[in-house]
């Protein structure tokens, strides 16, 4: 077994231990002043009769204190227990806040039908997902029958999650943990929550410019320069004596008795649509840097979304054309926002089968693209295309002598992107995709195409 698992499994049967480091501290001190009490006992100065006195109330009052504690928090826990194999699911639910997802922030609504809160202590829960996988710990403490006798009235509370990736989770089961008012007991009760949950890309606040569209679908802005309407080889019209007689399809003529005519492709000044196209296709193996790989989609997402996000504020509608297949089964979110959370890197659908020059305004590309696969579409574009690179070494970007610094007087939150940034600095991932990066930019900077780096 991996050092890694044996920690997170360690981890996860560690919730079901009722004790806690603070009942431990104050045993010892507790156990301590009984000590100092004892050897003081035979001095004989004016003050001894009275100290000892009020050091004993202070004990017995602090033992009393944690026995009510404990009763409480055990009565609510049992009570649970059993509403629990009583109601069976219905004692716990959990959904998503789509409104929350307006304001780039994930809420997650909690209800405990059944729970009861100790006094003057806490409910808390902590989702799990990936089986060993927790979510860090939120507290239910809303009454969801304001009562005034609040016995059995039940618990819910929204609480802002904070899940790592951009992806789609799938919790299996969650904890319910009973604390009381001084942090000495948590006594953990495990409950099933067959609940899926996308944590969506968010806005990076990124402006753009003005980017002309290519595809025509309604007459609804007038653009600049004239697009191609499309015509030729897909409408037909019947003929007229002003047609051209060498447009009449002799094809269907010869089948169906009929003489039609294509209509030929026209200079419309009117646009409606800009298309928009994110490629996922990488060349890169990352089955030996899951961390890095996850890190790097995530930065990737969220730069793509940012820029649909932009391009709608403007006058001309966008459609996001996805390399990959994905039903969105909810319909209050926004399908683009779905599409990408879910979308992972892929080895199939290569850049030139995936992007279309004609219709395309803007296109995606990360670090880790084709090279040939670059030039072949730099070839087939016009001027009027936008290419986004999208540096995915950015996101490990740090200021090594300022951090080591800060270090001395400071400690970092310990979370995996820290992590990751310290070991960038010499880590083999890091040369190769500069390197890959530098071949990219030179690429684009001799295309002629209108070029923006993120």
Not at 379 to 402: E, G, N
């Amino acid at each position: 077994m991996k050092f890694s698992r044996l920690i997170a499994s360690l981890k996860y049967y560690w919730q079901f231990v009722p004790f806690r480091l603070n009942l431990v501290l104050a045993v010892v001190i507790m156990w301590l002043a009984s000590r100092w009490l004892h050897s003081t006992e035979t001095e004989t100065n004016s003050f001894q009769g009275i100290t000892m006195l009020m050091a004993k109330i202070a004990l017995v009052f602090s033992g009393l204190i944690i026995g009510l504690s404990l009763l409480s928090t055990c009565f609510c826990f049992l009570y649970f227990i059993y509403q629990k194999k009583k109601k069976g699911s219905g004692s716990f639910e959990i959904a998503m806040d789509i409104e929350s997802y307006k304001n780039d922030l994930l809420r997650i609504q909690t209800k405990l039908p059944f729970a009861l809160k100790p006094i003057l202590g806490f409910i808390k829960v902590r989702l799990v997902y990936d089986k060993t996988q927790m979510t860090d710990k939120y507290i239910v403490n809303d009454r969801i029958k304001k009562q005034f006798i609040s016995f059995n009235t039940g618990l819910s509370s929204k609480n802002a999650l904070l899940l790592p990736d951009i992806k789609e989770y799938s919790f299996s089961h969650a904890f319910i943990y009973f604390e009381d008012m001084l942090q000495f007991f948590s006594f953990a009760a495990s409950v099933k929550a067959n609940q899926v949950i996308c944590n969506l890309p968010h806005s990076l606040l990124l402006d753009t410019h003005d980017l002309p569209p290519k595809k025509t679908e309604e007459e609804k802005v007038r653009i600049e320069q004239l697009r191609k309407v499309e015509g030729e080889l897909l409408s037909y019209k019947k003929f007229e004596d002003s047609d051209d007689v060498r447009r009449i399809v002799w094809k269907i003529f010869a089948k169906n008795k009929e003489l039609v005519v294509r209509v030929p492709e026209i200079m419309d000044p009117f646009a409606s649509h800009i298309y928009m196209y994110a490629s996922f296709f990488n060349t890169q193996n990352f089955s030996l840097y899951p961390d890095y790989q996850q890190v790097m989609i995530n930065r990737f997402k969220n730069c793509v979304w940012t820029i649909y996000d932009a391009l709608s504020q403007k006058e001309f509608d966008v459609k996001y054309q996805s390399d990959q297949d994905i039903t969105n089964p909810n319909q209050d979110i926004d399908h683009t926002r779905y599409t990408l959370a879910l979308s992972e890197w892929h080895h199939n659908k290569t850049l030139s089968d995936y992007f279309k020059p004609r219709h395309g305004s803007v296109l995606c590309i990360h670090s880790y693209t084709s090279t040939a696969e670059l030039e072949l579409i730099i070839a087939a574009s016009d001027p009027q295309t936008t290419i986004f690179f999208i540096q995915l070494s950015r996101v490990f970007r740090s200021h090594y002598l300022l951090n080591w610094f800060l270090r001395i007087f400071f400690k970092p939150k310990a979370d995996r992107l820290s992590t990751l940034r310290n070991k960038w600095a010499i880590h083999p991932l890091k040369f190769q995709t500069l390197n890959k990066e530098k071949v990219l930019l030179s690429l684009l900077k001799k295309s002629g195409l209108n070029i923006e780096t993120i």
